[in-house]
């Protein structure tokens, strides 16, 4: 079995990772004739319907990871009355989910000069374009809810191959509509196009993967099961009300107290920091559903150990990444659309930390969402969210952008970094969390000493010039690297991984 669960999950991340890369090299060539052939308003406008739609998602309710939790049992033990009863609860929920965020979206229209600065006078279908936006997130509600069976099953790379098809498709189709006609308006409706297609077809695949959710006999499901679907619902509509608060103002309150072209400039660092936080969490989300199988089935002392190891890993990559950000990301940018979309060096700090402290915390939400244990943190999001509010709007009117995000970090630091893994520990492990805080501190004064040092000799080199960039970048990938191994090499989570990788590279000769 662990052995299944291991390979089950090497597969998803192989798949996960290779698929992305591709995807994003066509995002880059996407976003360049896209900068090149309308203006930074139109980037911002991207930014802040992607924020607005994000607040119509709390529309459902967390039923999307109640129900995943609920699928873990019943396919494991083949359940299949019990994976039909839940699928058809699934089914029902996200249609009427769908019509409220179509609903919700389209009467927010007319506040939109309200979450604007200053409205630009060069975009006459400004509403329109919104109302674009707010169709492509609302079908996709109609039908995706099939894709949660596939990923419960471990079976994440024919979700993962399907959204990138669809996704490698939407990129060609709006890179030359672009080219041909530099219309936002048919860039739009591309999207909406690729998403109903790729929606279509991953419940097509369901059907054919798993054919007993045709049957028309289905039965209600017992009290047990929605009594804890409903408790879980109830949980998960508080982080979702917090997360949409904390992440999804961020863009609303540049766009508000900083202006559209600020939110341009700004959204072209999120696209490579969303570009690498994806990336590392396509690895988590490929492991949450052998995480969900282990818990079901193993004692809490070797959860605990493949949670350690867990981490291990996500403190590497995240810290690793972090420092390739804080000394590549400028000259990067530079290189890519030139100085006059630089941010300053202060904001690059600011936005690396960001990334940090929100990676840091994935190994205890994979975690917990395995483990279904969201109802003890339910009123945390609340407090975090509240917390970003009070200081991302004072410190946006006296700093911009970086004030925006130094709100970020302080509601970060003062709530979910030791709340989520209190829950965790006190009610999975039970245990308290003195061992994993301990962990944290270390491994983090490891990174910021690896990140001083690496940025020093980094900032020694010019900014421009393609030469220095991949110099730059070889440092990045050596330096820190080395480091880690030099000083954790006899850690077991590091033993464990490199006996595993030399496993791999084995059976690959």
Known sequence: MEKS????????????????????????????????????????????????????SLAELGVGTAMSYALYKPLKENDTEVVKSIMYLYRKLYCIIGFIVLAV???????????????????????????????????SYFYTYKRSIIICDQKEYISTISTTIAGISRLLLQIIVLLV???????LVVMILTTLGENIVISTIAGKQYPYLKERNVDALSSEITTTIKKNVFAMLFHKIGTAVVSATDNIIISKFVGLVALGVYSNYVLIVNAVTNLLNKIFTSLTASIGNLALADDKEHVEKVFYRTLFMNIWSRGFCAICLLCLLQPFINLWLGNRFLLTNATLIIIVINFYLKGVRSTVLTFRDATGIFWYDRYKPLIE????????????????????????????ILVPLWVEPYVLFKYYFKKGIGQYMACQCKY?????????????????????????FILKLLICIIVPNVCMIL??????EYQYYYHLVLKVLGKAK
Do not use: D, Q
């Open 444 to 468: 983090a004064i490891v990174i910021i000493i690896i990140a001083c040092m690496n940025y020093k000799i980094c900032s020694v080199l010019p900014m421009a010039g393609i030469g220095i």
């Open 385 to 412: 969210s509240v917390c970003n509010l009070v200081f991302s709007i004072p410190l946006a009117i006296k700093y911009g952008i970086s004030g925006v995000l130094l709100g970020t970090i302080l509601s970060t």
């Open 105 to 139: 979206g389209f009467m927010l229209t007319p506040f939109l000069p309200h979450l604007i600065k200053e409205m630009p006078e060069n975009m006459p279908y400004l509403y329109l374009y919104y109302i674009l936006y707010v169709l492509n997130s609302g079908i």
């Open 181 to 187: 006609t530099k219309s936002y308006s048919l860039y």
């Open 487 to 492: 000083l954790w090499h006899k850690k077991e």
């Open 5 to 56: 669960r291991t390979y089950n999950s090497v597969k998803n991340v192989i798949f996960s990772i290779g698929t992305y890369i591709i995807t994003l090299i066509l995002e880059f060539v996407s976003r360049t004739i896209f900068i090149h052939l309308l203006t930074e308003e139109y980037l911002g406008l991207n930014g802040l319907f992607a924020n607005i739609l994000s607040f119509l």
